[in-house]
């Protein structure tokens, strides 16, 4: 079995940047493509960015685009998520996320089987 455990999060001005961090448990990290999912107050789970099993490609939400970077390091077990020029529509928990084992990469929730806790990234104007 696997965990996720996200780590990173905090309360920042806007324009600001972080790191975000997913480490997981388990074996054959290599083996799952990965997700950054996030969840504002009163507002449905949305998808951040994905990236496939080597880390060579990578997808993002239209929001994010040109701000947020997604990487892995196999070798850690570990996925990040670097979060640049926030802004207060950022604010929400932060959600990593392992894809189910037939994709290669997946940017839909349902395409997810594995999910952390969450970290609360906090943006303030």
């Known amino acids: 079995q696997v965990q996720l455990v996200e780590s990173g999060g905090g309360l920042v001005q806007a324009g600001a940047s972080l790191t975000l961090s997913c480490a997981a448990s388990?074996?054959?990290?290599?083996?799952?493509?990965m997700g950054w999912f996030r969840q504002a107050p009163g507002k449905e789970r949305e998808f951040v960015a994905a990236i496939n099993l080597s880390g060579l490609s990578t997808d993002y939400a239209n929001s994010v685009k040109g701000r947020f970077t997604i990487s892995r390091d196999n070798a850690k077990n570990t996925v990040y998520l670097h979060v640049n020029s926030l802004k207060p529509e950022d604010t929400a928990v932060y959600y990593c996320?392992?894809?189910?084992?037939?994709?290669?990469?997946?940017?839909?929730?349902?395409?997810?089987?594995?999910w952390g806790q969450g970290t609360q990234v906090t943006v303030s104007s």
């Open positions: 388990g074996r054959a990290f290599s083996s799952y493509a």
């Open positions: 996320a392992r894809a189910r084992g037939q994709f290669t990469i997946a940017t839909l929730a349902t395409m997810y089987n594995t």
